[in-house]
């Protein structure tokens, strides 16, 4: 079975074959996975800011045209 998934197909009958395989372990319970396992760890570094400063105070002039 296992030289049937690396072949490129000159195995005659091997879709049967596999069919028959996926049915056999279906029934003894040895079955594919349904259900998506989704595990990530993340790994991020903690950015340590400077303090705000208090914003200067500006000084505006109207432009007239």
């Known amino acids: 079975m296992v030289d ?3 072949e490129d197909g000159t195995t005659p009958h ?3 074959r596999m069919e028959a395989a ?6 003894i319970g040895i079955v594919k996975k349904e ?3 989704i595990n990530m760890k993340a790994m991020h570094g903690l950015f340590i ?3 705000k ?3 200067k ?4 002039t109207p432009v007239e045209d």
Not at 22 to 27: H, N
């Open 35 to 37: 259900q998506m396992d």
């Open 4 to 6: 049937m998934l690396d």
């Open 22 to 27: 996926k049915q056999i372990l279906d029934r």
């Open 53 to 55: 400063e208090e914003p």
């Open 49 to 51: 800011l400077p303090p």
């Open 14 to 16: 091997a879709s049967i």
């Open 57 to 60: 105070e500006s000084i505006v």
